[in-house]
């Protein structure tokens, strides 16, 4: 890495995506806090009653800028915005129950989704193409997302998903476009000093990395709070460097539509819930996959815990206080490990959107990522237990199944991949349903087991009018060897 890297020590996890990974060094002294800290709107100020963010909490020596304590309403005018969007965007939520005192009903997928990728993946339902001596996907009772996939990271290969081009709200995952759209523009030396109006947006429980009004950060430090505490005021202090919390909508938004990233639509930078916002499982894939070409974001999202610099000091000396990242298959946690050969990539959480989480892993040359959105099973770390256990089944599965779809690539190597058609874009129902039967869950048979999709003929020769973009691979360059940040 480069001397320009910032001043705060670096713990990678033991679990590298490449060789070369930099060893771990000692953090220096300090406190570290596991959860990132949240904001409270003052109590003159109306809060949503439909937001929260991952389980957080403030601790009594975090201190609150000014600009955190006063009722800010960017949020509310880019939602209200998204109002005007395609009902398409809002397709399968939750329906309210006509009975009253009766919870809403559970979502269901849309009927068409998205055909990006192939014609397999959008039908609702399990997908997987197993062949001889494939191992059985966990049933319904261990996977209980709304909606997963997993690919080959390297060739795009989509081993099996479920409703993966379903439009969902993607919490915090989002930031990996936000980070893939924003991270090339600044060097890691450059300084900011951060101003009232860089935090204004910030929604009402938002998780924060502790970045204070008047104070200045080098861009190092920013990406950190990003992609370990999922800070949005680090988020926010992006985003006013980039021109505004609009220009920074805008530019995600198109970058979105540069990766054929279809299912998106973007309302704030940093996910936190807002009407219209909405990504899928597919498309969050895309994102991370895009990122990893960048060895800046390969290294933030790989990054276990740090140090983050805090306030001045009597003598003006900045204190540090010590950061961990919120990716549990990453730091691991009391009831889940850190996932051997996890690099990353980004978690998330709000109340529409439940947990969400993409991870990259590599096993041997193997690269997986595996991306997972809203577990209904409400435990504990879920969403990272549901991804290790597709990590799992992906890695002894990955030379014993069919394709079911691919990773496409961006608008520059391929075209629209929206309106190519079978070939990845959007063909049409009959021929999806046509050409391969969704494995759907179905607690009558063995035992409550998912059926295996049977790749018939017809999706064989879908699959093969797309074999030069599965076959095409986008190689992830091996970390820099590390070497210590100066002091």
Not at 198 to 227: C, P, Q, R, T
Not at 287 to 308: H, I, K, M, P, V
Not at 427 to 442: E, N, P, R, V, W
């Amino acid at each position: 890495m480069s001397s320009s890297m910032g001043s705060g020590s670096i713990r990678r996890s033991a679990g590298a995506l490449f060789r070369g990974v930099m060893s771990a060094t000692r953090a220096r002294t300090g406190t570290f806090t596991d959860v990132p800290t949240t904001y409270t709107a003052p109590t003159a100020s109306p809060a949503p009653t439909t937001t929260r963010r991952e389980d957080h909490h403030v601790p009594p020596s975090t201190p609150r800028s000014g600009a955190a304590t006063a009722s800010l309403r960017t949020v509310a005018a880019l939602a209200s915005s998204a109002l005007l969007v395609s009902p398409l965007l809002l397709a399968g939520t939750a329906a309210a129950d006509p009975k009253d005192g009766n919870p809403p009903k559970a979502p269901v997928p849309p009927a068409k989704m998205s055909r990006v990728g192939g014609d397999v993946l959008g039908t609702p339902g399990v997908q997987v193409g197993p062949r001889g001596g494939a191992p059985k996907l966990p049933g319904p009772d261990t996977l209980t997302a709304r909606s997963w996939i997993v690919s080959d990271a390297e060739s795009g290969k989509v081993l099996a998903s479920k409703n993966a081009h379903w439009r969902l709200p993607p919490a915090s995952t989002l930031k990996m476009l936000f980070a893939d759209t924003v991270l090339p523009k600044f060097p890691k030396s450059k300084t900011h000093t951060v101003k009232p109006a860089d935090l204004a947006g910030m929604g009402e429980g938002s998780s924060l990395v502790g970045i204070k009004e008047n104070l200045s950060y080098s861009v190092h430090d920013l990406w950190l709070g990003v992609f370990l505490r999922s800070g949005n005021d680090a988020v926010h202090t992006l985003s006013a460097m980039n021109g505004g919390t609009a220009a920074t909508v805008k530019e995600m938004q198109q970058r979105a539509k540069e990766l054929n990233a279809t299912d998106t639509h973007v309302v704030t930078p940093d996910g936190y819930d807002a009407p219209g916002q909405v990504s899928s499982a597919y498309d969050l894939s895309l994102f991370a996959r895009a990122g990893l070409q960048n060895a800046d974001f390969r290294e933030y999202c790989s990054t276990a815990s740090a140090q983050f610099p805090g306030d001045k000091g009597k003598d003006g000396k900045r204190a540090k206080f010590g950061i961990q990242n919120t990716n549990r298959l990453l730091s691991g946690d009391y009831d889940i490990k850190p996932y051997p050969g996890i690099a990353g990539v980004k978690n998330g959480s709000t109340t529409n959107a439940g947990s969400t989480f993409t991870g990259v892993a590599q096993r041997g040359d193997r690269k997986l990522l595996v991306t997972v959105m809203h577990p209904e099973k409400q435990e504990h770390n879920e969403a990272y237990k549901e991804a290790a256990k597709l990590f799992d089944w992906g890695f002894a599965a990955s030379e014993k199944v069919e394709p079911v779809g691919r990773l496409v690539g961006p608008l520059s190597e391929e075209g629209d991949a929206g309106a190519a058609g079978g070939a990845g874009g959007h063909g049409s129902a009959k021929d999806g349903h046509a050409t391969a039967q969704a494995g759907m869950d179905s607690a009558k048979s063995s035992g409550g087991a998912w059926t295996a999709l049977g790749i018939t003929v017809g999706a064989l020769l879908v699959l093969g009018a797309v074999a030069l973009g599965v076959h095409r691979r986008w190689p992830l360059p091996e970390l820099v060897r590390g070497r210590r940040p100066r002091r």
